[in-house]
């Protein structure tokens, strides 16, 4: 089955303003409704989504290396506020006029971020990670996660560093084969997925752990914004058959109560994959919201 995880389009990297690089992929039409992807965890620009919808559905998407990932250089202490700062240099370089975004998995709280920022017009998550360190997951977090939140909570600095030691390629690629759901091994295992997916995490740890460490600390702490203060669409997408401990505990129904403009779209049949499997809906949803003004 063709899941959409075709070759970019375009490549590149731009420049900000203290001088360090941040790349991106682009698929679909160049004058295109741009469509911002924040990747899961430790997947670089080159693992994008809707290959044989973009086209049709008039998008540009926009993948991006988070700092320290892939193509992007490093920035230690990075946040979720500077991510955003980062995206806002972007937009106006690339000429991104009225951008959406995307965040699927880890990425969720980078594309709500963008949100929070007023970077963005709508924004679509995919099985997306919840605010895990906040006070309503106390009692509802798988130990191995809740250990993970504690840590940050803690010691922030000790916790990465713990993060850096055990994250690899191959690491992450056993824990997601080991945790997903039957529904989801069937789209992860498919030869072209794999080797999609292979090639984007090899990518993404190029420069070593210390992105994904990084990128984890930021999953498990406080996020910097408030939800509620998001004045956009958000549309909220999981799998009921998602069994990934580090997606929403609740498949997204305490974010769906929180931001005001949310709504929630929970798939029976779907899994924690469905970025992949349920691409237009997700792209068209998403469209929908601005083209309707």
């Given at each position: 089955m063709d899941y959409g995880v075709w070759e970019p389009a375009r490549l590149g990297q731009i420049q900000l303003p203290d001088g360090r690089l941040l790349g991106w992929a682009e698929w679909g039409p160049a004058d295109g409704t741009p469509v911002l992807l924040c990747p899961g965890a430790a997947t670089s620009r080159w693992l994008g989504f809707g290959g044989g919808v973009v086209d049709s559905a008039g998008v540009r998407l926009v993948s991006v290396d988070r700092p320290g990932l892939g193509a992007s250089d490093p920035a230690p202490g990075r946040t979720l506020t500077s991510w955003a700062i980062d995206i806002r240099h972007l937009i106006q370089v690339r000429a991104l006029q009225a951008p959406l975004a995307v965040g699927f998995s880890q990425g969720a709280p980078f594309a709500l971020a963008l949100a929070a920022n007023g970077l963005v017009n709508a924004v679509a998550v995919a099985s997306g990670s919840d605010e895990l360190a906040h006070p309503r997951f106390a009692h509802s977090l798988n130990p191995q996660v809740k250990d993970m939140v504690d840590a940050v909570a803690a010691d922030p600095g000790a916790a990465e560093a713990s993060f850096a030691g055990f994250g690899s390629a191959d690491t992450l690629w056993d824990l997601i084969i080991t945790t997903s759901p039957e529904a989801d091994r069937v789209v992860y295992t498919d030869p072209v997925f794999q080797h999609a997916f292979?090639?984007?995490?090899?990518?993404?740890?190029?420069?070593?752990?210390?992105?994904?460490?990084?990128?984890?600390?930021?999953?498990?702490?406080?996020?910097?914004?408030?939800?509620?203060?998001?004045?956009?669409?958000?549309?909220?997408?999981?799998?009921?058959q998602d069994t990934s401990p580090v997606h929403s505990p609740d498949l997204g129904e305490s974010l769906a109560q929180i931001i005001p403009t949310a709504t929630r779209h929970l798939l029976p049949a779907a899994a924690g994959s469905l970025l992949w499997t349920h691409a237009e809906a997700i792209l068209r949803t998403l469209l929908a919201h601005v083209r309707r003004r």
């Open positions: 292979r090639h984007a995490v090899d990518e993404a740890f190029s420069q070593g752990p210390a992105g994904y460490a990084r990128d984890t600390v930021l999953a498990m702490g406080r996020w910097p914004f408030d939800p509620a203060s998001i004045a956009v669409p958000v549309d909220l997408w999981y799998g009921q």
